[in-house]
């Protein structure tokens, strides 16, 4: 009887020590989390140079999902950062104008104002800058810069919205105006309300026991230390393969990141490290678009950047906790976007033959 007393006592005694030091654990383990990430904001942050007003959002959506800042009239924003699908098109590399087939994979939009600067390369320094770019890729949209004003300024609705969104202005209706505006839109594509970003607030339950393990995996093997802050990612650039090169496949020996911008060889390979926020969503991963399953990046990603290898177990691990970085998606209600009239510049559509053959 006595034996079975104590045995009670010793029981109780360890469930009740065992309980408080998870508690106490896991308040280390929020605090530890809270000092390397932040949640994502519910309001779009200020913008250098550039007003988020509500008429600048609307225009710049407008302009988001037009395809007719192409010069096909098929190809929008939207059409490779399809705001139904985490902002991405789901293709390993992008297919543009003429069905032509770029060199990168196409990261999302959303949560991409928080990132130091803009492409795999951080070539753009923002948004505004950004927007430039694949208006005029040969192999994106295909246009240029005085076809898309003559397109504007050949829509009534249009010029109306640009003076509404740059009152006070001349000549309203400009390139770079337009630019600005997708920036202000795009400001707003943003995920809050992700179960991680409860767990940050202090919801020590909105992440399950599993999902813990992988978050502490992600910040104890140095996962954390490229990917943090708000975006777990976005704020610096360093080698793809630190510690050892992945294959050609998945690093394309001729594509060498940061080093065309900067042409300094210690940036050979160098890319931004990407955001991980609604990782799941945005397959295939890397600049190559050449990894299909988050498994298989998070264990390329602890050879080539941390030389260690990551067991199926720790790599599953890491994947649920990456799960809970997706967010309450953007609500955009898709606009009806005013019509063309007789002064606008009208589609040209260059086919390539190889592609009308289904080459
Ligand atoms: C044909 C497909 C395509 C179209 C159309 C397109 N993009 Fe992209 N976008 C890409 C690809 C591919 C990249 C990465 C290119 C690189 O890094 O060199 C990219 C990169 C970006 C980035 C950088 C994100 C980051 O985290 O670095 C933003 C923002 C962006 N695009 C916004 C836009 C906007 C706004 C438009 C319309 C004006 C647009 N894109 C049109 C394919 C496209
Ligand atoms: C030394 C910095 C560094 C460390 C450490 C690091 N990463 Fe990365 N990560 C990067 C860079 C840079 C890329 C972009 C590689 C590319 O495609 O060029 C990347 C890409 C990724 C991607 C693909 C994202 C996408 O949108 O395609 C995932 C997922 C990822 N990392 C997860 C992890 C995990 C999990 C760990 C820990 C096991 C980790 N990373 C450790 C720098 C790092």
Known sequence: ?????????????????????????????????????????TEPPALEGNEVTPERIELGKWLYFDPRLSKSWLISCNTCHNL?????????????????????????VLNSVFNLAQFWDGRAED??????????????????????ERTLKSIPEYVQSFRKAFPGEADPVSFNNMAKAIEAFEATLLTPGSP???YLKGDAGALSKAEKRGLKLFMDKGCSSCHSGVNLGGEGYYPFGVVEKPGG??????????????????????????SLRNIELTPPYFHS?????????????GSSQLGIDLNDNETAAIVTFLKTLTGEQPKVEYPILPPHTKGTPLPVVDVSSEAMMGH
């Open 1 to 41: 009887m006595r034996k079975i007393a104590f045995c009670l006592a010793l029981a109780i005694g360890t469930t009740y020590t065992s309980h408080v030091l998870a508690g106490k654990n896991d308040g280390k383990l929020m605090e530890q989390a809270q000092s390397q990430f932040k949640p994502i904001p």
């Open 84 to 108: 139904a699908l985490g902002g991405v098109d789901l293709e390993e590399t992008s297919i543009g104008h003429g069905w032509a087939k770029g060199p990168r994979n196409a990261p999302t």
């Open 127 to 148: 948004l505004e800058a950004q927007a430039k770019g694949p208006i005029q890729a040969g192999v994106e949209m295909n246009n240029t810069p005085d076809r898309v």
């Open 196 to 198: 991680f970003d409860k």
């Open 249 to 274: 496949e998945v690093l394309p020996e001729e594509d060498k990141g940061r080093f065309a911008v900067t042409k300094t060889a210690s940036d050979e390979y160098v890319f931004k490290v990407p």
């Open 289 to 301: 678009g050449e990894v299909w399953e988050l498994e298989q990046a998070v264990a390329i990603m």
